[in-house]
Every structure is written in C-alpha cells, then in structure tokens.
C-alpha cells in the first residue's frame, strides 16, 4: 500500500503548513519521513493549542486569541500546501483565514483537506461544511478525502488511530504527486 519514495529535494521553496491537530499530526509523519528518505520540506505547524505547539518537532505559528496573525513566514515560498482536518473550531477559522492570506500574497496554493467522520458527530461536519463553502469562495482546486470513505475502504476491524495512520500516508503521498507534478 505504501509506495516507497524516490530521495529528492525541491527545486523551489514548498512550505507545507498544518493547521489545527489533524494539520500537525501530517506535518510531524511527513517530517518523520522526509527524515526518513532524506527528503527537504519546510514544514510549518500553526494552531492555539499552546502545549500541542510546545510539543512540535516542526516551526511552528501560534495564533491563540490574536487578531493579527503574522504569517509573514509563507512570504518566501514559491508554493504553499495547507492540510487540515476540518470540523475543529480552529481549522474551520484557520484554513479560510491562511488561504486568503496566501491568495493575497499571490504564491501558488494547494488545500488539501480531510472531513471528520460520522462518529465524530454532526457539529463537526456541518463545522467542516461551512468552512468548505467558505474555501470554495478563495480557491476552487482543493483535495477532500472523507474520512468516512477511508473507514469504509479499510476492515472493519481497523482501529481508529490506524485510520489516522493511513489518512497521513495518503495525505502524504498526495503532497509527493503535488509537488513532483509542481517541479517538472
């Protein structure tokens, strides 16, 4: 299942940036791999969750209560890959709010995104809904993988923490076929 990545290095300056903890779960397994198969990513992690961003291996951005978040940091990139998991009150603000900024900025941008799954409840779906309706008004190439489409392709004795596990593998090979059609 796991296709076994090439060693190579971008060409350009690719920031992918992780919002909110599904966000910085992606951006610490592809820092793990990136280490792993001496791949170089610029690898930020953003959320309000101080003890989560103490506990980061990667730089990160804390935009707990701020009005004005310097996001200063995506300025030098030539593209800029966000992952999020939606449906968390942190996502659902952060991932609009970081798109606009970069569309600001005019650098390339890629949205790649998961939805809660069913047993996570409603509030975090119709969460992730209304945060999808406001990215769609910023950019309109994005990826969505349903969590509970994963779930159902999986045994139905696959724990749920095995489920993140290949969410982030897949998330991961998705930002690899980005960036390998990004460079050529």
């Given amino acids: 299942m796991c296709m076994e990545p090439k060693p190579r290095t971008p060409q350009k300056k690719v920031t992918v940036i992780g919002l909110g903890g599904s966000g910085g779960m992606i951006?610490?397994?592809?820092?793990?791999?990136?280490?792993?198969?001496?791949?170089?990513?610029?690898?930020?992690?953003?959320?309000?969750?101080?003890?989560?961003?103490?506990?980061?291996?990667?730089?990160?951005?804390?935009?707990?209560?701020?009005?004005?978040?310097?996001?200063?940091?995506?300025?030098?990139?030539?593209?800029?890959?966000?992952?999020?998991?939606?449906?968390?009150?942190?996502?659902?603000?952060?991932t609009p709010m970081v798109l606009a900024y970069a569309e600001r900025l005019d650098i390339p941008i890629k949205l790649i995104v998961s939805t809660p799954a069913s047993f996570e409840g409603k509030r975090r779906r119709n969460r992730a809904a209304k945060s999808l309706e406001l990215i769609q008004e910023?950019?309109?190439?994005?990826?969505?993988?349903?969590?509970?489409?994963?779930?159902?392709m999986l045994d139905n004795k696959t724990s749920v923490k095995d489920v993140f596990k290949v969410m982030n593998e897949t998330i991961y090979q998705q930002i690899r076929r980005l960036l390998n059609n990004y460079e050529h």
């Fill in 27 to 94: 951006v610490h397994y592809i820092s793990e791999q990136a280490n792993k198969y001496n791949e170089t990513f610029n690898l930020l992690y953003a959320d309000w969750d101080e003890e989560n961003l103490y506990e980061s291996t990667v730089e990160t951005i804390n935009i707990a209560g701020q009005s004005n978040i310097n996001l200063d940091v995506l300025r030098n990139s030539d593209l800029i890959i966000v992952v999020a998991g939606l449906g968390g009150l942190f996502t659902s603000f952060a």
């Fill in 138 to 152: 910023i950019i309109s190439d994005y990826k969505v993988f349903e969590t509970d489409k994963l779930i159902n």
